[in-house]
């Protein structure tokens, strides 16, 4: 049973750049969350996809998008990269509507802004 | 969603049993509240979930009082692999099946980093 996978496991990125990020959810889940985790913080909501639409939205800018596709897969792009986007990105699958049911992390993407 | 606080840090050695509490003093009603730990560079790993009284599995116990505004993590016998992350998250919960809501969003605070040694 595939859990959650990310690619690629480690960026790097200047200034002004756009990155794209990509999860596959863990085998049976429907619905994508991402996060954003600065070093020694707790992760952030960044969004939700389900159903290809974005669902609910954290305090983060429209540099920040998303997709998710028919086989429940998602990426998450990023826009005009600044230094301050540097963290590791977290995807999170889970079943829509179980929402008492824990979600399932994948270890992430590091992305580094020089 | 209810804001949590818990320790910053704590140590402990080889063997013993470790209890993290955490303060959620605006529970709702329809909040569960759950456990998370994080080893460097990995994404969060679910340990266990309550709503209210004792939970265990077979890593962990959960402990919550009657009032649920607090609620305790217990691992018992710890070993060095158990250094890491724990975070403790409360989230509403709009019900089970497809009609009835959302997949929640996870408020994670700063975590408790738990050190353990010889």
């Known amino acids: 049973d595939a859990g959650v996978t990310q690619s690629p496991t480690h960026l790097i990125k200047t200034r002004g750049q756009q990155v794209t990020l990509r999860c596959s959810p863990k085998?049976?889940?429907?619905?994508v969350s991402w996060y954003q985790q600065a070093l020694g913080q707790g992760p952030q909501f960044i969004f939700q996809?389900?159903?290809?639409?974005?669902?609910q939205r954290g305090n983060f800018p429209d540099r920040f998008s998303g997709h998710q596709f028919p086989n429940y897969s998602s990426e998450l792009n990023v826009n005009a990269l600044l230094l301050g986007d540097s963290a590791l990105y977290l995807c999170?699958?889970?079943?829509?509507?179980?929402?008492?049911?824990?979600?399932?992390f994948g270890d992430g993407t590091r992305l580094s802004i020089l | 969603l209810a804001k949590t606080t818990q320790p910053i840090s704590m140590d402990s050695y080889e063997g013993q049993e470790v209890n993290i509490t955490c303060s959620h003093n605006?529970?709702?009603?329809?909040?569960?509240i759950t456990w998370y730990q994080q080893f460097p560079s990995q994404g969060p790993r679910f340990i266990i979930q309550g709503y209210k009284t004792k939970v265990t599995n077979e890593v962990a116990s959960l402990f919550i009082p009657a009032d649920r505004k607090s609620s305790t993590l217990s691992l018992p016998r710890v070993s060095l692999s158990d250094t890491a992350v724990y975070y403790c998250l409360v989230g509403d919960t709009p019900g089970r099946g497809k009609n009835t809501g959302t997949a929640s969003k996870l408020t994670f605070g700063t975590g408790t980093r738990l050190q353990v040694t010889l």
């Open positions: 085998s049976g889940h429907d619905t």
């Open positions: 999170a699958s889970s079943l829509w509507g179980y929402s008492n049911q824990p979600q399932h």
């Open positions: 605006n529970i709702a009603t329809n909040d569960y």
């Open positions: 996809y389900y159903e290809e639409e974005e669902r």
